[in-house]
């Protein structure tokens, strides 16, 4: 079975990750109707979705940055 690993990241949610993920793994159908619909492929695969917290981790990385500068 082909398997696609897809990683997410939400910028300001208000939800918890936990819940987004499951919409999203509620949504899979759905969203491999619409990728069949748009893309040429043979075959469309199952989707695994992963949260991908980088973007949080660059923003702590220049906090730190900017406080480091700023004592100076």
Known sequence: MNVA???ISFLENKKPV???LE???S???LIRHHMGLNLTLKYIPKLHFHYDDSIEHAQR???LMQK???DD
């Open 5 to 7: 690993k897809v990683y």
């Open 18 to 20: 936990k819940d987004l």
């Open 23 to 25: 919409l999203l793994v």
């Open 27 to 29: 949504k899979q159908n």
């Open 61 to 63: 990385i220049f906090t």
């Open 68 to 70: 480091i500068h700023k």
